[in-house]
């Protein structure tokens, strides 16, 4: 590599170092979203460098070559959007900083996307869902390692549909969780924000039935400091083991596991909401979504809500008005 490119190369890298360390300090972004912002920032910057050019001196249609170029090595169109927003961030910080006086990703556009709507179960297989683990629960007394197992999913799924919480947050509750006497948890989301979200009597009740189990059953895992501790380097449940449990639960109850994942149950919390009558905003501040834009993917509920008033409450609708 000839000296100007390692240069570049190299200024390159300290100022994405710069932008990432900005990201984990002021915008408390977590360690997964980090690494997922190196490697597609580390692609750009080495295409760039590849092409002869730097952070400092990239040109808008460099970077629309680069976005071009992601097309023709056959990454989707959601990759692309991606990585321009990305790019964007990067370049906006730099100009902050003084390291360039110009923003040349300022007026690129992203790859349209066709709208996916969220998969999401209805009220129905919601209940059957619940019922299910509840019942196989109930079948499991009388052998305690069983209904310690069972009763940990009855609750998981309770506390899932109840709150919408991300699976991270729900897997890592501190047990303090299961201390409040008020009918709220407090939970760290995502930069380490925190919210108070509200629990249903059912959840509350399976929340205290599995305690109640773990503590009798296991007192040396009840003792630690998780609600739902497990073996393994982080003390407490893993995502990929309740994700499991979940599509057993889906299975005896009839449902297609590939229909059901704990996000799945996520989006059913805020479709269900919405259809019977809730704000918006109150949605986003459950979920923890930063950004109100985050949750309107869940308009296409509001869209349906809103013809069906329309339809069930005007004055003048054909359906109820004797105009002819």
Not at 81 to 105: M, N, T, V, W, Y
Not at 290 to 301: N, P
Not at 310 to 318: F, G, S
Request: glycine share 6%; proline share 4%; charged share 25%.
């Amino acid at each position: 590599m000839p000296a100007k490119h390692r240069g570049e190369k190299a200024a390159s890298a300290a100022s994405l170092e710069t932008f990432l360390e900005m990201m984990a300090a002021e915008r408390g972004a977590a360690g997964n979203t980090l690494d997922a912002y190196r490697r597609d920032l580390d692609d750009y910057c080495n295409a760039i460098i590849d092409a002869g050019k730097s952070l400092q001196n990239v040109a808008t249609d460099d970077i629309r070559t680069y976005l071009l170029g992601l097309k023709s090595r056959g990454f989707a169109a959601s990759t692309s959007a991606r990585r321009l927003s990305a790019i964007r961030q990067l370049h906006r910080f730099l100009c902050s900083e003084g390291q360039r006086k110009d923003d040349p990703a300022a007026i690129l556009e992203g790859p349209k996307q066709a709208l996916k709507l969220p998969k999401i179960l209805s009220v129905s297989e919601v209940e059957r869902l619940l019922n299910t683990a509840n019942a196989m629960r109930d079948a499991a007394q009388g052998d305690p390692a069983a209904s310690l197992h069972t009763a940990r999913i009855a609750c998981l799924l309770e506390l899932l549909y109840a709150t919408g919480l991300r699976v991270s947050e729900l897997v890592s509750l501190p047990k303090t969780a299961a201390r409040r006497k008020e009918p709220m948890i407090l939970v760290r989301g995502k930069g380490g924000r925190e919210r108070l979200v509200p629990l249903s009597e059912p959840a509350r009740r399976a929340m205290r039935l599995y305690r109640g189990l773990l503590e009798k059953t296991d007192p040396r895992a009840a003792a630690g400091a998780w609600l739902f501790p497990a073996e393994g380097k982080s003390g407490h449940l893993s995502r990929q083991l309740f994700a499991r449990d979940l599509k057993t639960v889906a299975a005896a109850a009839g449902i297609a596991t590939a229909r059901v994942s704990p996000h799945v149950l996520r989006h059913a919390f805020a479709s269900h909401l919405l259809q019977n009558g809730a704000d918006l905003r109150i949605v986003q501040e459950l979920l923890g979504h930063a950004d109100i834009s985050t949750t309107q993917i869940y308009t296409h509920v509001l869209d349906e809500r809103m013809k069906a008033m329309v339809r069930d409450l005007h004055p003048l609708n054909d359906a109820k008005s004797s105009r002819q």
